[in-house]
């Protein structure tokens, strides 16, 4: 459990209800030319929606969050000096990195666990946790962009963690390079992860932006010209804090010397 940002997630209404404060920003005054996003930070559920009817067990599992993500974010907004924006409320309750529109911002089902209490989500349920999470999430990341646009270059980096076994299947990758249509990030940090033999790195995989987990990047990035990547580390290496740190300084050293691209990435 995160519980730093679980504790900074919540917070007392005037009815008493616990109130998510959806969007955490660190170093928000850092001077580098990145912006950091992990929208799959927490696990945290808001007490009304009673955890969705899961355990305790399974709100430790990647259905979740992205175990680990978290902690090589911060790592990197620290040696890249560059804001971190973190969803500080569980995927399960909306997805930030979905379009809200699409079927599975709220999921009925992950990882072959159905997930009780989205299984008859209104559509006024829906708007809340768009205009609660979803929607201050985001304006988060584009503040943040926008104040570095100003400032001049700027690269949005999506920081997450994945899972060695998914549906019974091996991923043999210990971390993967995601990207779209822009390759300028992203085709010389594959390269450069690659110089270590030791490492099996995986290119779109072990998802693509085909898999719908572009969203963010896409809207705060790519089309609106800037160069993004999302990085995908397997969870299991992150278990302990020293690996988050390891990661985290391995990737900001390799962003440091990539540098950004001239001029402004293709729409």
């Not at 917070?11 to 209800?17: A, F, I, K, N, Q």
């Not at 580098?32 to 899961?54: D, K």
């Not at 159905?114 to 008859?120: A, C, E, S």
């Not at 559509?123 to 999470?133: C, G, K, Y």
Request: proline share 6%; net charge negative.
């Amino acid at each position: 459990m995160l519980e730093s940002l679980t504790e900074r997630a919540a917070r007392g209404t005037s009815d008493g209800e616990t109130q998510p404060e959806a969007a955490i920003l660190d170093n928000g005054r850092g001077r580098g030319a990145h912006v950091l996003v992990c929208e799959h930070a927490s696990n945290f559920i808001p007490a009304r929606y009673g955890q969705l009817g899961l355990s305790d067990a399974d709100l430790q599992r990647h259905i979740a969050w992205d175990p680990g993500a978290l902690g090589v974010a911060r790592v990197m907004a620290r040696e890249l000096d560059a804001p971190l924006v973190s969803c500080a409320v569980s995927r399960l309750v909306i997805d930030c990195n979905r379009d809200p529109a699409v079927f599975d911002a709220i999921t009925l089902r992950s990882e072959g666990t159905v997930i009780p209490g989205n299984m008859d989500v209104s559509d006024a349920e829906r708007a809340r946790r768009v205009r609660e999470v979803y929607e201050p999430f985001h304006a988060e990341v584009a503040d943040a962009v926008t104040a570095k646009r100003l400032a001049g270059q700027v690269a949005v980096i999506g920081i997450h963690s994945f899972t060695p076994v998914y549906n019974g299947t091996q991923r043999p990758w210990h971390v993967g390079i995601l990207f779209d249509r822009d390759e300028s990030l992203s085709a010389p940090m594959v390269a450069a992860l690659r110089e270590d033999p030791s490492l099996v790195v995986g290119v779109n995989e072990p998802y693509s932006p085909g898999d719908r987990v572009y969203h963010t990047l896409d809207r705060h990035g790519q089309s609106q010209g800037l160069p993004s990547v999302m990085i995908e580390i397997r969870n299991d290496l992150l278990a302990a804090p020293n690996q988050q740190e390891e990661w985290g300084m391995k990737l900001a050293t390799i962003l440091k010397r990539i540098g950004l691209p001239e001029g402004d990435s293709p729409k």
